[in-house]
């Protein structure tokens, strides 16, 4: 009777493949036991009925005989993600993270001021009065450029970070006449108990939504819906499916479930499909006017990189 124990590593298949095809070539009127413990590590015992019956073997969770073969050739499972407890899983993408990114990042040279935004959306916000609500404001990226340029905006900018509204209220362009910033974490908190309902022209969702885990999102849509006039806009712009930091987030297989990763700060990125962002807003009531997906690539000589950037970008109407 022979008995052979083996581990596989990701190189040792081909050498295991031919190993097993010797057992399986000799085993005449003998059978072959496998048993599998994770599938990376099996026992197999090359046995006849007399010997197993003599040694009161157990019933394995395996008894083959040739066509034993199949087995080993099965498709190699994904690597497994990195164990996430429960505990953890909440921790991610939570305030805590945020803080501590805004704490480390006091430094205002680090956040760069989103001055493309007028390019793409000036229509919405040069049509005289409008209140306009920046969902996760962060450090203010989006609001001052928008203020300086549209000096009759009012805007209020809400961040579930006491920090980022800190950093806000610091910025030595902040008017508090025009500015009304404060904290609100938006999957929990009824914006309602801050601003007016149904009295906001345009929310900006700039690299928000992705911050906030899937099942999170419909909550936050439908906040947002509640402080929107009717026929009110919501500006749309966030990481796409394929994104550059998608790849490398899913190379260091830091993924939490699908399309959805951790960052090593403990913040989250979900990327979005255009088909999944307009059920998201169809579901809560909105229309879609506008959703498009966008592509760049970024070279990056110092680290000699090529990146395609992807990002989505989109209106919806309530
Ligand atoms: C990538 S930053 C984007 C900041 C800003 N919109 C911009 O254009 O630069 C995402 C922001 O969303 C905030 N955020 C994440 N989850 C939130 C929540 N549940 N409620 C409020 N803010 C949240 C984070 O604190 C962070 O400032």
Redesign the pocket.
């Known amino acids: 009777m022979a008995t052979v124990a083996q581990s596989i590593d990701n190189n040792g298949l081909n050498s295991l493949e031919n190993v097993f095809q010797a057992f399986v070539d000799n085993l005449g009127d003998k059978i072959l036991i496998l048993t599998i413990f994770d599938f990376m590590t099996f026992i197999w015992i090359q046995a006849s009925k007399q010997e197993m019956m003599a040694l009161r073997l157990p019933t394995p969770p395996f008894v083959v005989t040739t066509s034993a073969f199949h087995i080993r050739k099965r498709r190699r499972p994904p690597p497994p993600p990195v164990p996430v407890t429960a505990v953890k899983l909440q921790c991610f993408?939570g305030?805590d993270s945020?803080e501590n990114?805004?704490d480390c990042h006091q430094n205002k040279q680090f956040?760069k001021d989103?001055h493309y935004l007028h390019k793409d959306w000036g229509q919405y916000f040069s049509n005289g009065n409008i209140i306009l609500l920046?969902?996760?404001?962060?450090?203010?990226?989006?609001i001052f450029p928008l203020a300086n340029k549209y000096p009759q905006l009012h805007i209020h900018a809400?961040?579930?970070?006491h920090h980022?509204i800190t950093l806000v209220k610091s910025h030595p362009n902040f008017l508090k006449d025009q500015i009304n910033a404060f904290v609100?974490?938006?999957?929990?908190e009824n914006l309602c108990d801050h601003i007016m309902p149904a009295s906001v022209d345009i929310v900006?969702?700039?690299?928000?939504l992705?911050?906030?885990s899937p099942e999170?999102m419909p909550i936050?849509i439908q906040n947002l819906g509640l402080v929107l006039k009717p026929g009110g806009h919501v500006l749309f712009r966030d990481y796409a499916i394929g994104d550059y930091a998608q790849l490398m987030l899913m190379n260091k297989n830091q993924v939490l479930s699908e399309n959805f990763y951790f960052r090593g700060d403990g913040?989250c990125s979900f990327y979005f499909s255009e088909g999944l962002l307009r059920e998201l807003f169809e579901r809560a009531g909105f229309i879609v006017v506008d959703v498009n997906t966008y592509n760049r690539e970024i070279i990056n000589r110092a680290r000699n990189i090529t990146m395609q950037r992807r990002w989505i970008r989109a209106v919806f109407r309530r």
Not at 184 to 188: H, K, M
Request: proline letters at 0%.
């Open positions: 993408g305030v945020w990114f805004y956040f989103r920046e969902a996760g404001c962060g450090a203010g990226n989006t809400c961040d579930f970070s980022a609100c974490n938006i999957a929990e900006t969702l700039v690299f928000t992705s911050a906030l999170k936050v913040t």
